[in-house]
């Protein structure tokens, strides 16, 4: 009986191994770069059909490149835009109050506190009334600003200053709450509404030197508009997000419920009563309309608390133990480590508000006031439509919300991932 053996197989060469696995490699990249063009694909007609005549644009089958002479004069046409109408000094006082009101806010709360108090500091007794009484000030001195400027009724400047006012007052009592030097509350409470009156009439110049019914003017609306409601509701979101993801306070569960509960109501239910709400306040026209109404978020508080409770309990143990309070511990500890989840709110609401167009379609009536997305409409019309002036317009909406998106996309990912790892 004869016995065969069979030669063993050699193992494979780690030269085929390495070729094998850098073509793999290759492949994937192909398939990501080709899927990649494939979704940018709109994005890359749009931009070369802002070159072309609105005979190539319609033309069938489409082309990619134009066929006939490249339209660059296109861009300078649209710059151009003029549809008439003067800049009114009513909507520019609003778009100024909602910038200054956020450099104020914000300017109080990083400068009020300090870790150390040096030297003799005012009493609780003294500083904190004598806080309150300047926050009051500044906010009827917004009421007045507005009634001296604009001549507004009786409603509008009451209301702006009445919501100016709690806005500011939060301020010093979050300040409050955490044993300060009042000498230092005090001294940059000063400065915060000196910055706020410089910045109001900065922004309010600048719109009115913007004019009317153009592209510039509108350009402006939509940037100070997308960065102030973005900004704005980053800190009071955050606010609360510490709030629910660190603090243990009676009813905390049924209020985040209930918080999560109103992003089931759909925007078309209340659609007609907040119109009727903001008209009866005569916010019609004024950028209060869309940035305070939407000051607070209940996504971006959900997306925020989710990722607070994903930060160890022991980074804030040793602040506590050092005698800080709640909000300075969230002013230095907490927030260096949720940059990835601010950036993404903040992205995430700066497109929104860059991207609305039933809000400022229905609160911001007047060409002055149009942000880019409304504006678009004057392109197109029942009998003659400016394709072409419609791509750059496109093309021009869309730009600075893919070069922030490209820019922070790596926190982008990164809080959004975050966000869901405890909860």
């Known amino acids: 009986m004869s016995t065969s053996t069979v030669a063993p197989v050699a193992p494979a060469p780690a030269a085929g191994r390495d070729i094998r696995k850098a073509g793999g490699r290759a492949l994937r990249y192909v398939l990501m770069i080709g899927l990649g063009l494939f979704l940018f694909g709109p994005f890359i007609l749009s931009f070369f059909g802002s070159f072309k005549t609105n005979a190539e644009i319609t033309a069938y089958p489409p082309s990619l490149l134009p066929s006939g002479e490249w339209q660059f004069e296109n861009w300078p046409r649209f710059f151009g835009t003029d549809v008439g109408g003067e800049a009114r ?8 109050l909602m910038a200054g009101l956020f450099a104020a806010f914000l300017t109080l709360l990083l400068t ?24 009051l000030a500044g906010g009827a001195a917004s009421a007045l600003y507005v009634n001296v400027r604009t001549d507004a009724e009786v409603v509008e400047w009451a209301t702006v200053g009445a919501a100016i006012t709690v806005l500011l007052l939060v301020a010093v009592l979050l300040l409050a709450m955490s044993q300060p030097d009042w000498r230092r509350v005090l001294m940059a409470l000063g400065w915060s509404l000196a910055l706020f009156a410089f910045v109001t009439v900065l922004i309010e110049q600048v719109a009115m030197l913007a004019g009317g019914g153009r592209v510039w003017r509108w350009l402006f609306n939509t940037s100070v508009l997308s960065v102030m409601k973005a900004s704005l509701q980053l800190v009071f979101c955050v606010m609360a997000a510490y709030a629910f993801a660190r603090l243990r306070f009676p009813g905390r569960g049924f209020i985040f419920a209930f918080m999560l509960a109103t992003m089931m109501i759909p925007g078309a239910v209340t659609l007609v009563p907040a119109y009727v709400l903001m008209s009866k306040l005569d916010w019609i026209n004024r950028a209060y309309s869309l940035i305070i109404p939407g000051i607070v978020s209940a996504g971006s508080i959900f997306l925020l608390t989710q990722f607070l409770k994903s930060i160890p309990h022991e980074l804030e143990e040793s602040a506590y133990i050092d005698g800080a309070s709640y909000f300075q511990t969230l002013k230095d500890v907490v927030l260096p480590l949720a940059r990835p989840a601010l950036l993404t709110v903040f992205i995430l609401q700066f497109q929104a508000m860059w991207n609305d167009f039933l809000g400022p379609l229905l609160y911001l009536q ?20 400016e394709l072409n002036l419609l791509l750059v317009a496109a093309m021009l909406n869309a730009a600075p919300v893919l070069v922030l998106f490209f820019l922070f996309s790596r926190f982008y990912i990164q809080g959004v991932a975050y966000a869901g790892v405890k909860g």
């Open 89 to 96: 000094l009513d909507g520019a006082v609003s778009l100024g």
């Open 112 to 135: 009020g506190l300090t870790s150390e108090i040096k030297g003799k500091t005012l009493p609780r007794s003294v500083g904190l009334p004598l806080s309150i009484l300047l926050a």
């Open 366 to 385: 007047r060409r002055d006031m149009w942000v880019m997305n409304v504006a678009l409409n004057i392109f197109t019309g029942q009998f003659r439509a």
